[in-house]
Structure formats: structure tokens, C-alpha cells
């Protein structure tokens, strides 16, 4: 039986003390509330134990019931390992690298505890490498750590964000994201979700995943309101816990991580739903009840369940960066809630601590993070926290305070007894990937997460044996029914192909009308031919993205040219009824489509089982529901595109679906016409990432010609610069007008670009972003060929990327890195021209999208 230290803690600290933090590395925070307060057990001497620190803490801060991961046992171990551990090794331990950015060879080198494969990270750079690539590369970093020279052999963590399934992974199933989760109020479904998860992770040999987010989400232009369950406290903290359960297990905190399960991460602590204007990585400016009551709702079950680790958020509370705030790490966190894991930092936040910079840290680390997230700093930061140990800046009780937590988790999470990646008896089993009785989760998940919104004239179900047309660009689309953090970073460029085990919308529809007699058919554009169907199904929605490139100055869908709007409008005009299929991140403004439809479903980002979607709207051949619809809204939906924060208990909360709203088939009568005004005045979103794609100029970008006499603005047909040098001409480029032809004449220096008012891209130049084009070339340039960003045509930076493209005649994506041009000086805040293209020789250039995209391992800084 394990043998447990609770009982000599609490014998030598009388309950009742003032609110004090001991500050000490290792020590025990015994904090009274009341006289209600339990001791925390951590590994601490009596002497240690005795030292108080003059920190009081706000009792609004919740004290936790201990999760068991301290006991005598693994103590000892940790004991026996540190007494071994040279100081390089103990730095290296809190470190942690990004596969894109270490090799396994150098960890024979540099004795690193952990490392994460990010957002774009791959083997080989390789977003659609094989589930056994992805085995291999696991299991060789192991190895390698364990060749360090070192009395201690201390195995390596590798952690991942497995946020909505193990989303990484080719074959994976993909969950819906936790903005669809929170609307099916059933807790024990998440338990069941973080298990499937865990077990699809421990397939490829992962140990760690970066999730639960646990964030409550108060602003819904946040570009990560969709990893929020909901804008209610209390469904956060209902969904936490078990979350942490289904990953590590039951007992996974206090009895060990057994195979199967893996390491939790709660994030990202703390406010970072409750930023100004939802900005990411911005500043929750809240008072300390509002964090402790509203954002903090989800760590004190997460704690209790023994998450083995929490993240510090990127954002600020109230001008303060988490990653730097030792009261909220560490009187806040540690002591006061008494977790006992550690905490990681995110993706190079120290560098945003005042002071700081990606390499250099101490701040951070004496504030309480154990251990830095440095993708690609991670051997400066190594450096640097060596010689800060050294030279006495970080305390050595501060250090082993961090390796004690980490060791803890690790042997807790069963690093130390798994062995390496392949050896682990579940690994590689891949015929155990997707396989049925998991999807069966998920498309649970999916058919429970649905909310009718609007359902007039009792429209749903449909009859299983109708004729079904299925259109909208989200129908059979699987990468945009799952949403950001999908095989990519951003979720972008994934086709069907790339979800063995999934299945789109369309495909769910067509199965269960098929299975009813009935005939569905695929028109992503609406078109039909021969006798009128006898209902639409239209799913539109956001494409995908993440983090601040989600962020929006206000909920608006498709302000301006609203061209799924016009679809519903056509099918309507042509007598046929409308069901709308709404495919989003959050709720948004869509009352003219809510209004253009008979009935409209949130159906958010459902995952990988889109037959989950057809399991409720199609009947049985009768038309009687197979399902019926569960999902009540956790997120307020909003009367007016500006009217954020929107949030139930607030003042002059009116929304225009409340919080807990959802119809049911037993539901009946009609929705009322909605008010089509916005509430923006012609203030719609302002694009910052889409500049040419489908046929046309994105607002509130124009296209320009120019030439030594000046410059022209147009868009479709022909156009010339003033003096001819340059010439574009519309054409079709696999749909009809899809492309733009430049032709450079020769005849003197041309440019072709995109203009607008001045944005800021700092945000996305710091991040794996790219300027991208897509383009066609059929002999190859004869001279340079300029790509040039900046604040308008006269102050820029420009790099030639003619030896890059490609003259064959076909298709294919040019990919820049922002940073690039911020690399050569560009003022990455201020841009008012993200794209041009400049020649002296003669070119022809047909291009389909000109955007920013996600780096996924093909974008390249010219030489």
C-alpha cells in the first residue's frame, strides 16, 4: 500500500492560520478560510514547513481537496534522482523543446525533460505523416534522451495538443470542439471523450496532452471562444474534472497514470476568456472576485482530479502577464488551491514578460513556472537558466522545487515503468485506431451537441425517403466541419482523404436517406437538374482558424457579400424548403440566413462524424425521428453583431437566443421574422487575412496595377497600369472567372498588389503564418520576380522568389513566412500592402487566392 505523508502534514500545522503562503521551495501552503481550510501535503522538511512568508492571499481563492499525487513513496524516488542529478541536468529537466526545432541526437547533449510536437510540427515536417512516422519519431527522442551521460536515466515527456481528439494524427477520430461539447450538458460524455482520446494518443506513444482548455469564454470575438465549453462557470467546472478523469484515469493523480491514459494540462490559467474586446493573448481588466469566481471555475476540479500539470495563459490580468505573476502561479495556484504538479508555460510566453526575452527568463521561472515551453529558444533559455541557477538569480531551492513537481508528474504519469514508445503494449496496434466502438463516442458527441434553433413548420425530421439535395460549401467538407487544431495549426488545407476514419456531412445524409429509400445528392453550388428535390440542406459556416487568428472586431457572418445567404435565397426562390446546417466557432450574427431558412441548426464544429449530424434532422421512411435534439446553448447567442460581451446573469443581457435555448421535436409554432439590422452601420468585419480567393477581391482590399506613371484600381475584366506595362485579365481557372491573369510586358518595371487601410500583423508575423499565393506559370520568369509587403507602394521590403516558382504549367501554392520580411525590417504593425508583385521582364501569371495561410511545413524565407 502506498505510503502516505497526509497524516504527519497535518500533525505539525494547526488548523486556523491566517492566510499565509510558505514560500519556501517545496513547502506546504496551510491556508484558513474560515476556519474551513485543509492542508495541502507537499514534500517539505519541518523546518521548511515552520518558515511562513508574509503573503496574503484573497479569500476569494477556493482551497482544494487533496488529489493524492504527493506520498512518501515517490518522494523518495524523487529524492534518490535529484541527490544524482547534476545542475545541467536539473535546468534541462524544465525545458522544453519543439520537434521542428531539436534533433533526437541532440538530446544526447543537452539533458531536456520534455518535448512537444506544436501546432505545425510533423515528423519530417510532415502535417500527414503515418501513424507509425509519427511512432518512430516518439520513440526515437526517447532513446536518444536516455543516452545522456548521466547516473540518472530520466525518460522524456513528449506532449502534444490532442484538444479535440488526438487531432494530429491522419486516422484519428476528431472530436467536436468543447463550444459544441458545452451545449450537450452531459458531463460523463466528456469522460468518455477524454478517454477515447487518451487511448488514441497512447496508440503513437505520446505521453501528455495540452487539454482540457478550461477557459470560461465571456467575449465571443476571442478566435478561441470554440475551446470553450461555455460562458457559465458552472458548466466549466461540471466538465473539468471529468475531463482529467477520462485522460489519467480515475485514479491517475493519486495511484499512478496506468497504460492507456495519459498526462492532463489544464489551461490556460487564468482569464484568458475574459481578455478586452476578446483578444487573444490580451488583457483581462476584471477585478480578483471575477477571476477567482468566473475563470478559475475549472482548475479546482481539475486539481482535485489530479491534473499532473497546468498552462499559464499568454494573456495579462490587468497589465500583469500570467506567465510572470508569481502571486496567481504561486500564492494563487500552488499554495492557496495546493497543486501539487506543474506548470508549463505556452509557446514562448516568457518572451512577452517585461524584461524577458524568449532566451533569457528569470522572471517566469521565480514567479512560478517550472517549466518553459521554448520551441525554438529552447537551447538559449537552457543556457541562460543555467547561469542564472549559477550566479544565484534563480535560487537553487526555486530549481529543485521545479524538478521535485515535474519528476513527480512524470513518475506519477508512468514514464519511469511504460518503457520506450514501441515497446508499450498498446503502441502501434493500429488496427485499433478509429476503430468502431470510439466512433461511436463521437458520433454521440455530435448528435447530442446539435441545437434547433428554428424549426417552422414542424420542417424536421426530414422523411428518410425524400429526394435530398445537400449543398453549401461545408457539406462534404470534413476539414471545416472540424474546425482549427486539425491535422494543421490554422486546420486549413485537409482534404476528406485525410480523415480515413471520418465521414463528411453529406456522406452521413446520403447513408440514412439511402437507408430509407430515399436519394440524396451533392450540389456544393445549389444547382440541380430534372425534377425539383424535395428539400435542401445547405451547411455553411467559418472556415477554419486558431488562436488570434480567429480574433473579430464583431460577429457579423459574411458582412457584405453574403453569398451563402444568396444560395439559401435561390433554393428558396425555386419553391424548395431550406433546411441551414450552421458550422461555426461561436454563435455569430446570421438573422438574415435564420430568416431565409425554415429551420436552422448550430451545429458548431462537429468532428469527424458528420453521420451524427443526419442520426437527428433525417427520419425514419415515415419522417418519425430516429433522435431527437439535445443541445441547449451554452453561449448566449447574440440580437445585434456588436453585442459582445454577451453573458446570462449580466447587465441588460438580451439576447436573441438565451442561454440554455434549444428546441426539441416536441416543440411546436414558429419563429417570428428576425431584425435584419446588425447594429453596425456599415462597419462590417475587417479582413486582414483574405485578399483574393474565389473570383474576387476580398473587402476591404482593392487591387492595383501600377507603373512608373502611377497607379489603377479594378477587379473583373481587363485592366491595364497607365503606362500598359502591366495588364491583368479575368479568367477561368477551375471554376468559371475564378482566376486572374498578370501579364508583365517588359516594357518597364510593373507591379501588381492588394491595399487597404494600414492593419497590424505583428501578431501573425511572430506566429507560423505565411503570405500565400496561388498561382499557375507556363514558362518560367526570365528576370526577378519581386514579392514585396509593407505600408503602401512606396515603403516596403520585397525579396525575389523567382528560383521558387515553379513553370510546369499546373497549379501550385508559393508560401512566404511573415517573418521573413519582418527579418529584413518590415514594420510588421503597420501594413496597408500585405501582397505585391513586381517585375521588369516579361510574365505571365495566373493566380486562383492570394491570403495569409498556415506555415505547415512548406513555407520558406527566399535566399
Known sequence: MRKSMKGALKASVPAGLLLTALATSGCVTIIESKGKAEPTPVAATPAEVAKPAAVEVNPVWPTTKDAGLIDADVEAKIDALMADMTLEEKVGQTVQADISAIKPEDLKTYPLGSILAGGNSAPGGNERATPQQWLDLADAYWRASLEYPSKTKIPLLFGIDAVHGHSNLVGAIIFPHNVGLGATRNPQLMKDIARVTAYEMSLAGVDWTFAPTVAVSRDKRWGRAYESYSENPADVAAYAGKVVEGLQGDTGGDEGIKPGHIMASAKHFLGDGGTLNGKDQGDAQISEEELATIHNAGYPPSIEAGALSVMASFSSWNGEKLTGSKYLLTDVLK?????????????????????????????????????????????????????????????????????????????????????????????????????????????????????????????????????????????????????????????????????????????????????????????????????????????????????????????????????????????????????????????????????????????FLPGSEGGGVADVLIGDKAGKARNDFKGKLSFSWPKFANQQPLNLNTPGYDPLFAYGYGLTYADKGDLLPLSEDSGLKDAGVVNVDTYFNAGRVRAPWKFYLADADGAVTGDHGTIKSPKGVVTQATVDAGAQENGRLLTFTGQGKGEAYFASDVVDLSRQSTGELAISITYKLDAAPTGPVLLALGRDRFVFQEMNVASLLKADGQFHTLKVKLNCFAAIGQNMAQIGMPFALRSEKPLKLTYTAVKLASNEGDAVCPK
Open 335 to 603: 499554495h492557496r488551491m495546493g497543486f501539487n504538479g506543474f506548470v508549463v508555460s505556452d509557446w514562448n510566453a516568457q518572451g512577452q514578460v517585461p524584461g524577458c526575452t524568449t532566451t533569457s527568463c528569470p522572471q517566469a521561472f521565480n514567479a512560478g513556472i517550472d517549466m518553459f515551453m521554448a520551441p525554438d529558444s529552447w537551447k538559449g533559455i537552457y543556457e541562460n537558466t543555467l547561469a542564472q541557477v549559477k550566479s544565484g538569480e534563480i535560487s537553487e531551492d526555486r530549481l529543485n522545487d521545479a524538478v521535485r513537481r515535474i519528476l513527480r508528474a512524470k513518475i506519477k504519469g508512468g514514464l519511469f515503468t511504460l518503457g520506450a514508445p514501441k515497446d508499450r503494449p498498446m503502441a502501434g496496434h493500429w488496427e485499433n485506431l478509429g476503430k468502431a466502438e470510439n466512433r461511436a463516442v463521437a458520433r454521440q458527441a455530435v448528435r447530442e451537441s446539435l441545437v434547433l434553433l428554428k424549426n417552422n413548420g414542424s420542417l424536421l425530421p426530414l422523411k428518410g425517403g425524400a429526394t435530398v439535395l445537400v449543398a453549401g460549401d461545408g457539406a462534404d467538407n470534413i476539414g471545416k466541419q472540424s474546425g482549427g487544431w486539425t491535422i494543421t495549426w490554422q486546420g486549413t488545407g485537409n482534404a476528406n482523404s485525410d480523415f480515413p476514419n471520418g465521414q463528411s456531412i453529406f456522406g452521413g445524409i446520403s447513408d440514412a436517406v439511402k437507408a430509407s429509400g430515399g436519394k440524396a445528392t451533392l450540389s456544393v453550388d445549389g444547382t440541380f437538374k430534372g425534377k425539383k428535390p424535395d428539400v435542401a440542406i445547405v451547411v455553411i459556416g467559418e472556415d477554419p482558424y486558431a488562436e488570434f487568428q480567429g480574433d473579430r472586431p464583431n460577429l457579423d457572418y459574411q458582412s457584405g457579400d453574403r453569398k451563402d445567404l444568396a444560395l439559401i435565397k435561390k433554393l428558396k426562390k425555386a419553391g424548395i424548403p431550406v433546411v441551414t446546417v450552421f458550422l461555426s466557432g461561436r454563435p455569430m450574427w446570421v438573422n438574415p440566413e435564420i430568416n431565409a431558412s425554415d429551420a436552422f441548426v448550430a451545429a
